[in-house]
């Protein structure tokens, strides 16, 4: 029943300096401001490519201050649209899943989904801002039974598991799969990510604050664009391979240029090397 991954949601301070900030490294423009009663927040959302990133900043007591009180600007909520928010409220209820509704958008606890508070959207139809193509995946890092977690998703979103891809990396110690929601289509899903120590990032990250969401991933049909966005504004990344001048590939943005994001950003059609499809990756 999810289409794609459709937003993050952001906890920030200064929801202006962040905005100018994203169209900086991102090209993204803002869309519009609104209020969030479930999160007790002002919104400025971005369009960033078919994408809408929300920068959340508190309004009062709630779940935007108790974030920013807690852990400090970045990440907050993981987003997904489907063309029946109908159907998944009867799906939830039916299961007896708790969930809020607030502005045409549910929301699931962080207590339900493993530490990853999610929020679907109705499915719509944007166009592309920006170099930006789209967000294609959330990552759920887990101290969790990745296994576990994808039978309760599977049967939270009516996903296929037939559909998912398993997944394991030496380099940055985890193993578990992704829950891709329409391959090979397109490559939309939530990353399970079991860690299997606490000498990486991701282990580190996860023994601190257990079962949460950990980073986002963008694809990019302008890469050289964005490269050279950050290359210009001085912005530490991380490239896919040894050059960060040069990389063809795209690379990880470090939370500390996008208020607290660690942002993945992959040129088109690169992330099905890992996706198990590497049949579908176009050459540079």
């Known amino acids: ?11 920030v301070h200064d929801a ?48 935007t201050q108790d974030f920013l009180s807690r852990r400090g600007e970045g990440l907050m909520t993981a987003g997904y649209c489907t063309a029946d928010l109908d159907g998944m409220v009867k799906r939830w209820e039916g299961l007896g899943i708790p969930y809020d509704l607030d502005n045409e958008q549910l ?10 508070p999610m929020v679907i959207s109705e499915s719509t139809y944007r166009p592309r801002v920006g ?21 309760v998703y599977a049967g939270l979103f009516g996903l296929d598991p037939a559909r998912f891809s398993e997944i394991g990396s030496e380099r940055f110690g ?15 899903r939530i990353e399970l990510s079991q860690v299997t ?22 694809e990019v049909h302008d890469w050289p664009n964005v490269r050279q966005r950050l290359l210009d504004a001085g912005a530490r990344y991380t490239p896919r391979g040894s ?23 992959s040129r088109t059609g690169l992330a099905w090397d890992w996706s198990g499809r590497e049949e579908l990756v176009p050459p540079v």
Request: net charge negative.
């Open 16 to 63: 202006a300096k962040a905005a100018q900030r994203f169209g900086q490294l991102l090209g993204s423009q803002v869309s519009r401001h609104d209020h969030s009663r479930h999160l007790s927040a002002k919104r400025t959302i971005l369009a960033v490519g078919e994408s809408e990133f929300e920068l959340c900043e508190a309004d009062g007591a709630g779940l």
């Open 131 to 151: 170099p930006v193509s789209f967000l294609y995946e959330t990552t759920n890092t887990l101290m969790s039974d990745w296994r576990r977690v994808a039978a």
């Open 1 to 11: 029943m999810l289409d794609r991954c459709d937003r993050v949601q952001i906890a």
């Open 174 to 188: 985890y193993i578990g799969t992704l829950t891709l929601f329409d391959p090979p289509n397109r490559l939309d």
């Open 243 to 265: 050059d960060p001048a040069t990389d063809p590939d795209g690379g990880w943005i470090h939370p500390k240029e996008l208020h607290g994001v660690l942002l993945g950003v």
């Open 107 to 116: 929301y699931l606890s962080a207590e339900t989904t493993f530490g990853l």
């Open 197 to 218: 120590d606490n000498v990486h990032a991701m282990g580190r990250y996860a023994h601190k604050h257990g079962d949460s969401l950990y980073m986002c991933y963008v």
